[in-house]
């Protein structure tokens, strides 16, 4: 069996977010990148089924700048087997980024596709579901557990109600959710052998799509700074402040 995982470099979750002073978007000028953690679960998930015996090869694809091989080398080092930059410098949109996936997928043809349900960046949970659309096979969303048996899948999703386990037939798309497993940290060794392995470098503009942003981006601005708190004497003072708090926005 092989298996596609696609992902995404994005600021890294421990950094704090900073808007660029002319509005434009968010900083990424000399902040720490990363893998974006969903995503991390995604290529463990496809990591442990090749450890299991259950797929032969699993390739890794992400989208995005030259500065994006350094993923790509992450999941290598995790496990994987050779990758695929698919080298833009432009700011993607997920029906894009879904498109591109799509050739990638038609000219690799994957028993089985892994993403992370959503990315950090834009939490926008879009390309899992577009990318099933635009390949016709099934999809399973928001996974915390996959068990494969022959040619079919069980899949456990979290939901709002709770757990839901389905099945369905490959080849399939999955998208992973946090609780599906615990991502390894590669060793050293590891790291040093993810150099040798395949890396394919493709320009966006080889695979026919058209790029062309469909939104517009008019201006991006920080929340407001939390209002400090401050001390209370008493309960009837606290009770004093809620009322007072109720009443203006009741008023409002």
């Known amino acids: 069996m092989k298996i596609l995982v696609a992902v995404k470099r994005v600021v890294d979750h421990n950094v704090r977010i900073r808007?660029?002073?002319?509005?434009?978007?968010?900083?990424?000028?000399?902040v720490r990148m990363s893998m974006n953690p969903?995503?991390?679960?995604?290529?463990?998930?496809?990591?442990?089924?090749?450890?299991?015996?259950?797929a032969d090869e699993i390739v890794v694809v992400s989208i995005g700048p030259?500065?994006?091989?350094?993923?790509?080398?992450?999941?290598l080092a995790m496990g994987a087997h050779r990758g695929i930059l698919i080298e833009t410098d432009a700011a993607l949109e997920t029906l894009a980024i879904a498109k591109?996936?799509?050739?990638?997928?038609?000219?690799?043809?994957?028993?089985?596709?892994?993403?992370?349900?959503?990315?950090?960046?834009?939490?926008?949970n879009h390309v899992g579901q577009m990318l099933a659309a635009l390949t016709d096979r099934p999809q399973a969303t928001f996974a915390s557990e996959i068990k494969l048996n022959g040619s079919e899948l069980e899949v456990t999703r979290e939901v709002d109600y709770g757990r839901e386990t389905i099945g369905l037939p490959l080849p399939a798309i999955i998208t992973a959710d946090l609780r599906l497993?615990?991502?390894r940290n590669a060793a050293l060794p590891m790291v040093m052998k993810a150099r040798s392995k395949p890396l394919a470098v493709r320009p966006a503009a080889e695979l026919g799509i058209d790029l062309a942003p469909r939104l517009v981006v008019e201006n991006v601005?920080?929340?407001?700074?939390?209002?400090?708190?401050?001390?209370?004497?008493?309960?009837?003072?606290?009770?004093?402040?809620?009322?007072?708090?109720?009443?203006?926005?009741?008023?409002?």
Request: glycine fraction near 6%; aromatic fraction near 2%; hydrophobic fraction near 45%.
């Open 66 to 75: 030259k500065a994006s091989n350094d993923v790509i080398l992450t999941a």
């Open 19 to 30: 808007v660029r002073p002319d509005g434009s978007g968010v900083e990424t000028n000399g």
């Open 100 to 124: 591109l996936l799509a050739k990638v997928v038609d000219e690799e043809q994957p028993d089985l596709v892994l993403l992370g349900k959503q990315a950090v960046d834009d939490d926008s």
């Open 221 to 252: 601005s920080p929340p407001p700074e939390r209002v400090a708190g401050r001390t209370v004497a008493s309960v009837s003072e606290l009770a004093a402040i809620i009322v007072a708090d109720v009443n203006e926005m009741e008023a409002i």
């Open 181 to 183: 497993n615990t991502p």
């Open 38 to 54: 969903f995503c991390k679960h995604a290529v463990e998930a496809a990591v442990q089924l090749a450890e299991a015996g259950k």
